[in-house]
């Protein structure tokens, strides 16, 4: 679902009533994407509120710079880095946050320009979100074993397909070289029969997935950069994370449970027992919500 072009922000609401922003407080944005969330917290932190964001795709800052810049009561900061390297960046600058969100993967933005690869439409198969640094998924799927694409098709897209599709890739490729979005959406049709495929999505979905984390490297730093985002929460600040998918919830999961759960933390409490969802509301409203899971941790000392 767009709204007029710009990526539609997820669980807005709930991620606003966990954060609790205050009038003139600092929020942090680690994937500012169209700026949808961070526009949010402008209406609670003005007026004299600041806000920190970061998106390592210029093409993404550039549109949330284009709709922020009529808001003139609220300081803005922009970075073209990845949010793992921000918190050593915020800490220099003695930033100390009230609200922090990483909301996690792609926004509609990538999918809709078929030329970045991360759509079914043909086009060059490159996912990358950072253009000017990193090798396209081409190069990856080009040149893996079958059971490098088999593992990384498991564990970062849950396809139950997995060494059907490695198996296609690894035979189409000594045919001609993996090129386009297309070549790879036609591995999976011939490695998925018909009558096993999930109606609910396109076959290919679970597959382009697991691409994308790999081709970004997603998941390498996230448990590190979480911790820094941790430490540089003002006291009641609090960090939110909005992740669409098992391996990035696993790793947000697990770093709060030892943040909040082991004999020495003392320092942090997790919001929520459980990971909260979209309502079937929103993800009626917007289908790319459906994934979502919530988890947000407080800085109580
Ligand atoms: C789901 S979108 C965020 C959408 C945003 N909340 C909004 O309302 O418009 C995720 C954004 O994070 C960016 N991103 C993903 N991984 C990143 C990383 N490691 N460092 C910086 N930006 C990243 C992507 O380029 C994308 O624009």
């Not at 807005?12 to 169209?34: C, I, N, Q, S, W």
């Not at 396809?159 to 297309?182: F, S």
């Not at 495929?197 to 730093?221: C, W």
């Amino acid at each position: 679902m767009e709204s007029a072009g710009f990526h539609v922000p997820v669980m807005v609401r709930e991620v606003f009533e966990a954060m609790k922003l205050p009038k003139g407080g600092v929020y942090v944005d680690g994937t500012l994407g169209h700026g949808g969330h961070a526009l949010e917290a402008a209406k609670f932190i003005q007026p004299g509120g600041t806000v920190y964001g970061f998106d390592w795709d210029i093409k993404m800052l550039e549109i949330a710079k284009g709709r922020i810049s009529g808001i003139d009561n609220v300081h803005w900061n922009t970075f073209n880095i990845p949010f793992f390297d921000a918190p050593e960046l915020l800490s220099n600058l003695n930033v100390r946050a009230d609200g922090i969100l990483l909301d996690l993967g792609v926004n509609s933005g990538h999918f809709d320009d078929p030329s970045r690869g991360f759509s079914f439409k043909e086009g060059p198969l490159s996912m990358k979100m950072n253009e000017s640094s990193g090798e396209p998924a081409s190069a990856f799927l080009n040149r893996m074993t079958p059971y490098e694409i088999e593992s990384v098709l498991l564990e970062y897209g849950d396809e139950r397909w997995a060494r059907a599709i490695a198996k296609q890739i690894v035979t189409r490729r000594k045919e001609k070289p993996l090129r386009t979005t297309t070549d790879l959406v036609d591995c999976v049709l011939a490695a998925i029969p018909a009558g096993a495929r999930d109606k609910r999505i396109h076959p290919a979905t679970r597959t382009f997935q697991a691409i994308r984390v790999l081709t970004n490297s997603e998941l390498d730093r996230l448990e590190e950069a979480f911790m820094g985002f941790a430490e540089i929460l003002a006291k009641g600040g609090v960090l939110v994370i909005l992740s669409y998918h098992s391996g990035e919830d696993r790793i947000a999961k697990q770093f709060i449970k030892r943040e909040t759960k082991s004999k020495d933390s003392h320092r942090f409490v997790s919001l929520f027992e459980k990971p909260i969802q979209p309502s079937a509301q929103e993800i009626r409203f917007n289908h790319r919500a459906r994934s979502a899971r919530m988890r947000a941790i407080q800085k109580v000392a």
